[in-house]
């Protein structure tokens, strides 16, 4: 069973910076896709960015393309979404999430979710 922990939310402005981190434990974190999920306020989840388990391979939903970049340290177990030029409407909570495959994340097919870390974007 893989536990995942996000971190690195807060409230800023916007234009302004943050990076989350997911840290896993339980499994073996090498051998899984990571991404990041968001839920904006009364919306339906969806799918941000995604990496391949060794980092290689990286896609993210159009709206966060060139502001976003999501990576992975394997040896500290940590996922991370480092977010830049933030607008308001990235206002969600963000959750972590682990797949065996691109596909199933992409699809919210994952069996590991974390519980989430609030960004609010001020504007």
């Known amino acids: 069973q893989v536990q995942l922990v996000e971190s690195g939310g807060g409230l800023v402005q916007a234009g302004d910076s943050l990076r989350l981190s997911c840290v896993a434990s339980?499994?073996?974190?090498?051998?899984?896709?990571m991404g990041w999920f968001r839920q904006p306020p009364g919306k339906e989840r969806e799918f941000v960015a995604v990496?391949?388990?060794?980092?290689?391979?990286?896609r993210y939903t159009d709206s966060v393309k060139d502001r976003f970049t999501i990576s992975r340290d394997n040896a500290k177990n940590t996922v991370y979404l480092q977010m830049n030029s933030l607008k308001p409407e990235d206002t969600a909570v963000y959750s972590c999430?682990?797949?065996?495959?691109?596909?199933?994340?992409?699809?919210?097919?994952?069996?590991?979710w974390g519980q989430g870390t609030q960004v609010t974007v001020s504007s």
């Open positions: 990496i391949s388990s060794g980092g290689s391979t990286t």
């Open positions: 999430t682990a797949a065996g495959t691109m596909r199933k994340l992409q699809l919210s097919q994952s069996p590991y």
């Open positions: 339980g499994g073996t974190f090498s051998s899984y896709t």
